[in-house]
């Protein structure tokens, strides 16, 4: 027996709703076990809908606790009512009032989504469905309505009480020990951003003044004692208001922009209008518990909420496979907010990291879906790496090709001509076109295309004539349920290196494609562009700064990468080129493993990443990203197939000591050169020599020298700052050095009481390579402060080891697979998004080798097998397994 796979949701089924509603006035009567909410509702017919059509409404384990239509009690007959759904069989023509009574139990919420507590704090979270596990509504995006809520709860227990909006009146409920508060929301909105909160917190309080002259009120609501730790936090959301002005033209239009932080929340945030929910983890931050890492995800995740109020909230989504038309934009916006706030060339290889380490795969693997999906069975299974990252990546792509000012005017045209509105991608690419006076219906299949294209490039150099020309052609890898694909535009950013290490001046017209500026645009299965007045021969640098989420496969020599590792003007493609050259090394050095043949790294390689090493020109930061070797995953994802994860960490093991033995005298003073000079400050800069002192201490570690030990000790027990501190544990931990045990101890001590850190602390050791990890986990599984139900948790431990642990989770002997498949069966029933999210780790089953893929099937089989698995993890087990 199997759980029924839930019904297909089709774009191309698309209808506008047969009612609308303008008005919703929600009463809460909040009570842990017993909250009562009476939602009153102004509904209409929408045009073209018939006189008597019946009325359905959305719920989800809801009970019916009352319904009136105009005042009056509807009776029995008139409607059908279920825990999923209300039908009233034939409201009246006119526009009416319907009066719903519902009663839920938010302590009985585990899946966190509708209404919930997180430690005694009432709070939602409604995108995609939650807001019809709250009352039965048209939850669906394209609903807009202007929400007035009145909020009551016991004054002592919940003397904070939030909702969207302006607060209108607040009061004492006469006679009683409670209080309430009156909140409206001006700007229609669909249901998706409704928000309340009611609790005990701490409220840090600032202002912001608008391009305009308007007074914002701002707070931060905090656990009690957490005060101290928002000041980064609401920096970033002054820092982002203003961006969003000077870069974009958009003010912030209401009075207050309330922001809550909880510790039990199934993502990263949420953008609810004016009062936005943040997962503590992207709040909370001081040197002593959280890394520069930290410090940089809080200031992205802020300003991606914040930037949510025009694209998303102001203009929303007609439907759910408009997705992409808030994320990807949103996703856009912040990455190029963080990229002015800090340098923007280590942005973006920190953006196009994590796109190729978790878009890539999931374009290549089972779970592919085109940014803009045609089909679901569970919404919450869509807030994926394609959606974001790629969905940010087509609009990246959108501007190079306009141009900067036309993107940017396009942009304004759909902000004014969408605002208020519910829409679509098509209208989105129609400002585009309108602004720029171009069709973009091919751009436009960027969107409907699963699949990375991979790129296909080959050069040749006449000296005769002094041409150059570079043939080009494209094609996306089979995708499962994907016919054959179209030529894609690929906007392909490039330079003609000439022997001096210089660009070359292209001063005649390039023929056979479109060539402007510095761009190749990309439009045909096949082109061949030439480049004539060339004198000598170049080294073409294409794709710089990642202009397209493509795949090269450009067979460039070792010395044409060394000269790019050396030369390129594109910050990009010098770090590029030093990946390509240590990727190939990798996987080469990987294979010879494999065959169990004597292996050693190239001299090339060594010899780039010291001069890395050695350029006292490049930046802290960009020198680490450059020496940061590509991780386990990423090399098992270059070898696509056949893989042996024990092979993989062996060659990046090689690699590492043979750098450590190469450079030792040079990464020992990086190593103690940088860290620990004056008091620490998160910005960018000093946050870029922590990486690199700490990236040739990790080198260093590994050079066996008698005093590195003592180093990675040192470090650890005497760092002033968690990123400094972290780093130690990792090595000592992950290279298992002398004194592993006592630090774990010792971080457990000191940090016992913070969770935030504690979640390191799990991670660190999920991650550790070694046999014992498994039985590890279950053991830490099994201490008090691991808790089951809450998502950051779970993450640190069995998210981060499925992802971050290669050799253990793909064990030869299955128990990596089976930890984790018998942890989505016990978490699935607590939190379905929670443990839907795990089982996408194993979507990479098929590329490994025979034996350990048997192994992951049947984890998978066994996870499909169970009876009353969720919709959300039937879903993805279903796809997986395809
Ligand atoms: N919009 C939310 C994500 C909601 C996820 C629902 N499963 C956060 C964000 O992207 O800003
Ligand atoms: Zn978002």
Not at 311 to 325: E, K, V
Not at 476 to 489: H, T
Not at 845 to 873: G, H, I, K
Request: hydrophobic share 40%; proline share 6%; charged share 25%.
């Amino acid at each position: 027996m199997r759980s029924e796979t839930a019904p297909a949701i089709r774009l191309e089924d698309y209808q506008p709703p047969a009612y609308r509603i303008d008005t919703v006035h929600l009463d809460v009567l909040l009570d842990p076990a017993a909250t009562k909410i009476t939602a009153t509702l102004s509904i209409a017919r929408t045009q073209g809908t018939e006189a008597g059509a019946p009325l359905v409404l959305d719920g989800d384990e809801l009970t019916l606790a009352g319904l009136k239509l105009n005042g009056e009690d509807l009776p029995g007959s008139a409607y059908v009512a279920a825990p999923d759904r209300i039908e009233i069989q034939s409201p009246p023509a006119a526009p009416f009032e319907l009066t719903i009574e519902t009663e839920i139990n938010p302590d009985a919420n585990t899946k966190l989504m509708g209404l919930f507590r997180s430690s005694g704090t009432y709070c939602t979270q409604c995108e995609a469905e939650g807001f019809r596990r709250i009352t039965y509504f048209l939850d669906r995006p394209d609903v807009l309505a202007v929400y007035t809520t009145r909020i009551e709860a016991p004054k002592a227990e919940c003397p904070v009480l939030l909702g969207n909006g302006n607060r209108l009146e607040e009061g004492p409920v006469e006679g009683t020990d409670r209080h309430y508060a009156i909140w409206h929301d001006p700007h229609p909105k669909p249901a998706y951003l409704f928000a309340l909160v009611a609790g005990d917190l701490a409220e840090v309080p600032d202002r912001f003044i608008t391009s305009s002259g308007k007074d914002v009120a701002l707070n931060i609501y905090v656990e009690h004692g957490k005060e101290s730790l928002c000041a980064w936090a609401m920096d970033s959301l002054k820092r982002s208001m203003r961006w969003d002005e000077d870069v974009f033209d958009r003010e912030y239009d209401l009075d207050v922009f309330n922001i809550v932080a909880v510790s039990d929340f199934n993502m990263g945030a949420m953008e609810n209008k004016g009062l936005n929910i943040f997962n503590d983890k992207y709040v909370l931050a001081d040197p002593e518990t959280a890394t520069d890492q930290d410090y940089a995800n809080i200031e992205a995740v802020i300003a991606h909420e914040y930037f949510h109020n025009w694209t998303g909230n102001r203009i929303t989504c007609r439907d759910w496979f408009q997705l992409c038309l808030k994320e990807g934009l949103t996703v856009f916006r912040d990455q190029e907010f963080s990229a002015d706030m800090r340098s923007r060339p280590v942005k973006r290889i920190a953006d196009v990291r994590l796109l190729k380490s978790h878009q890539f795969p999931e374009d290549a693997g089972p779970l592919a879906h085109p940014v803009r999906p045609r089909l679901y069975h569970e919404i919450n299974n869509f807030y994926t790496a394609t959606v974001y990252e790629k969905g940010a990546e087509v609009v990246r792509m959108l501007k190079t090709l306009l141009g900067s000012e036309t993107f940017r005017a396009g942009l304004d045209l759909y902000f004014q001509r969408h605002d208020g509105e519910a829409t679509t991608i098509e209208a989105f690419l129609a400002c585009f076109e309108e602004a720029a006076g171009t069709d973009l219906g091919q751009f436009a299949l960027w969107y409907d295309q699963a699949g990375t294209p991979v790129v296909t490039v080959k050069t040749r150099y006449d000296s005769r004539r002094q041409t150059f020309s570079v043939s080009l052609s494209q094609e996306i890898p089979p995708v499962p349920g994907q016919k054959s694909s179209k030529p894609a535009v690929i906007p392909l950013r490039y330079g003609l290196i000439g022997p001096n290490g210089e660009d070359i001046d292209i001063t005649t017209a390039p023929e056979g494609g479109r060539v402007e500026g510095d761009v190749i645009v990309l439009e045909k299965a096949k082109q061949e562009i030439t480049f004539r007045d060339i004198s000598s021969a170049p080294v073409l640098s294409l794709l710089r700064d990642f202009s397209a989420p493509v795949r090269l496969d450009h067979e460039l020599q070792s010395e044409d990468l060394q000269f790019q590792a050396a030369q390129d003007s594109d910050p990009f493609n010098r770090w590029q080129a030093v990946q390509t050259l240590a990727m190939q090394d990798l996987v080469r050095l990987a294979s010879l493993n494999r065959e169990d043949k004597p292996a050693v790294p190239s001299q090339d390689v060594l010899r780039v990443l010291g001069s890395v090493l050695s350029d006292t020109s490049l930046d802290a930061a960009l020198k680490a990203q450059a020496l940061t070797l590509p991780s386990e995953a990423d090399i098992a994802q270059e070898i696509g197939k056949d893989v042996d994860p024990d092979a993989i960490h062996a060659a990046r093991k090689m690699l590492r000591q043979a750098v450590a033995r190469q450079h030792g005298d040079i990464l020992l003073g990086l190593a103690r050169g940088l860290s620990g000079e004056g008091a620490y400050s998160p910005d960018a800069d000093a946050a870029g020599k922590r990486a690199l002192s700490n990236r040739a201490l990790y080198y260093y570690a590994a050079s066996g020298s008698p005093d590195a030990a003592g180093l990675v000790w040192d470090l650890f027990t005497k760092a002033d700052n968690m990123t400094d501190r972290l780093a130690a544990l990792t090595l000592l931990l992950h290279d298992h050095m002398p004194r592993e045990t006592e630090a774990i101890a010792l971080y457990k001590t000191r940090h016992e009481t913070n969770s935030l850190a504690m979640d390191k602390w799990f991670m660190v050791q999920a991650t550790a390579p070694g046999d014992e990890t498994p039985a590890k986990i279950r053991s830490l599984m099994k201490l008090p402060l691991y808790e089951a139900g809450n998502p950051n948790r779970v993450r640190a431990l069995l998210q981060s080891f499925a992802t971050g642990n290669p050799t253990q989770f793909a064990r030869a002997d299955g128990t990596g697979f089976e930890l984790i498949a018998e942890s989505v069966l016990e978490i699935d029933k607590l939190n379905p998004q929670v443990a839907s999210r795990l089982l996408t780790s194993f979507r990479s089953w098929r590329a490994l080798d025979p034996q350990r893929s048997a192994l992951a099937e049947t984890a998978l089989l066994r996870v499909s097998s169970c009876e009353d698995l969720s919709r959300d993890s039937r879903d993805i087990v279903d796809r997986t397994l395809q």
